[in-house]
């Protein structure tokens, strides 16, 4: 039956997502429009934002609260909270510092600092009070923004990479352009990688104040049309969980959509939303340093796991109190988490999983009746094993 292996080749393709028609839409980055509000089952607002909104989608707040999306009506989405994310309120484990091996790229020494990875899918994004606009083409200030992270991620330790390579104009195809950035990307071996944005909404849900400063929140996306949707969203949890130990406040969320935003290519991306077109520049830039600081106790800035971290970013080198983000980095390990190892195994098992039911209901649509969709693998295990391996010696 060569059609069932030709039915099986096609089948993964099919569950294979798409890059271009996962994508998320382009938003509305104007100046008093172009957000979504998402309701709860009482009224009460749980989420704005400028991310294209989907049903089934999902929302993790600020307190862990996971919430999923029913219904969208243009700019107003209703949703109902389904559980308490107690996987959040787990400790964190060191993720590993290698990155992903790429065929033909030499291994970097050991005791090489750890590089991460920067780059801007929309590159027109900017913030009002401090540009005059939400978006400037070719030179938008979300750019200046990632090179503070890139700044604060050097004085920690880290290599960067902070690509400014533009993928204007901000349209539904800008996605496909920055796949090709971060495809370059990918050859440095960067242990993650990272997709800067601004979002579109009110003032008061970015905005917050951490020690002292005027500071613009961050929102994680994570993409729920990829096979590594499970191993991305733990590594979200990781982020949050570690933000809210050191910066209570600082992340306002995970927001699981439909899409993918390059995250089928490597486990390890994260698009973050910093701020929205109300904050200014410098309290994005703020954010952006913080969540910075977040990054030594899951990924260690070289890959012997030693740390090599400056003073946390808005205080002086004696401020702070609790564990300092040297301690911290020198305790994360360069080796792989049973967490994250699972993740893996989970998105292979559930891939598998989807193949073997989409073979069996489209062999018991073609034939009617489960007893003959025995006879038809028993007839497959005999000749076209028999034909592949030949036949057994008497």
């Known amino acids: 039956m060569p059609w069932l292996l030709s039915f099986a080749l096609a089948f993964l393709f099919i569950i294979q997502p798409c890059p271009i028609a996962y994508s998320a839409e382009p938003y509305d980055s104007s100046e008093h429009t172009g957000y979504v509000t998402i309701i709860d089952e009482h009224g009460a607002i749980i989420m704005q934002t400028g991310l294209n909104i989907s049903p089934g989608d999902e929302f993790i707040n600020e307190d862990n609260r996971v919430y999923q999306i029913l219904t969208v009506d243009n700019n107003l989405a209703r949703a109902r909270f389904i559980r308490d994310d107690l996987s959040l309120g787990i ?26 990875a920067i780059y801007h899918t929309h590159t027109d994004e900017s913030y009002i009070p401090t540009d005059g606009k939400s978006n400037m083409a070719g030179k938008g200030s979300i750019m200046q923004v990632g090179s503070a992270f890139a700044e604060r991620l050097q004085q920690l330790g880290y290599s960067t990479n902070h690509s400014k390579t533009l993928h204007d104009p901000h349209d539904a195809n800008a996605y496909h352009r920055s796949r090709r950035t971060f495809t370059k990307l990918l050859k440095e071996q960067p242990a993650a990688l990272f997709d800067l944005h601004r979002d579109s909404a009110p003032l008061s849900v970015y905005k917050t104040t951490i020690n002292g400063q005027d500071t613009a929140r961050l929102l994680l996306v994570v993409g729920r049309q990829n096979q590594n949707h499970n191993t991305t969203l733990n590594y979200a949890r990781q982020l949050k969980r570690q933000a809210d130990k050191q910066y209570k406040g600082l992340v306002r969320g995970i927001f699981i959509a439909r899409g993918n935003y390059n995250q089928d290519l490597n486990p390890r991306a994260m698009l973050v939303e910093v701020g929205t077109q109300f904050n200014t520049r410098a309290a994005a830039e703020r954010g952006i340093t913080l969540f910075a600081d977040v990054l030594p106790s899951l990924i260690a800035p070289n890959r012997n796991g030693a740390a090599q971290a400056g003073p946390v970013a808005g205080q002086s080198p004696d401020q702070g109190s609790g564990q300092s983000t040297a301690q911290a980095a020198g305790q994360a390990a360069a080796e792989s988490s049973p967490p994250q190892v699972r993740s893996y195994l989970t998105d292979i098992v559930l891939t598998l999983a989807a193949l073997v039911a989409g073979i069996l209901a489209y062999l018991y649509l073609s034939t009617g009746s489960w007893e003959e969709v025995k006879n038809k693998l028993k007839k497959f295990r005999k000749y076209e094993f028999t034909n592949f391996f030949g036949r057994r010696k008497k």
Do not use: F, M, R
């Open 91 to 116: 400790e964190p484990e060191a993720l590993p510092a290698q990155a992903q091996v790429v065929q033909g790229i030499a291994q970097a020494p050991v005791d090489s600092p750890v590089k991460i």
